[in-house]
Nanobody
């Protein structure tokens, strides 16, 4: 089984910064991609940023230029550096991973989610 454990959320003032981390553990063959999603109260979950194991990234328009996603392949860990935070960034942030597992002689990719970490931007 695979677990994603997030950390780094909290309360920050507008204009401040936070860094989220998400570490994947378990019987992992490889990680194809990791991402951060967020869900604000009353809204649907949305993609914030995604990174592949090759380093390709994509971002939601609302966070471009403010957020940076990075991944340490050796540690199976993804980071989200969030700068110039705004009140509208307030949400529960979820880590996501496409994980390849070795099973029954084959390699299969499964999707996993973290438990979520609250980010609140308020003065």
């Amino acid at each position: 089984q695979v677990q994603l454990v997030e950390s780094g959320g909290g309360l920050v003032q507008p204009g401040g910064s936070l860094r989220l981390s998400c570490a994947a553990s378990g019987s992992i063959f490889s990680i194809d991609a990791m991402a951060w999603y967020r869900q604000a109260p009353g809204k649907e979950r949305e993609l914030v940023a995604r990174i592949t194991n090759g380093g390709s990234t994509n971002y939601a328009d609302s966070v471009k230029g403010r957020f940076t996603i990075s991944m340490d392949n050796a540690k199976n860990t993804v980071y989200l550096q969030m700068n110039s935070l705004k009140p509208e960034d307030t949400a529960v942030y979820y880590c996501y991973a496409d994980v390849a597992l070795s099973s029954l002689g084959g390699i299969y990719t499964f999707q996993y989610w973290g438990q979520g970490t609250q980010v609140t931007v308020s003065s």
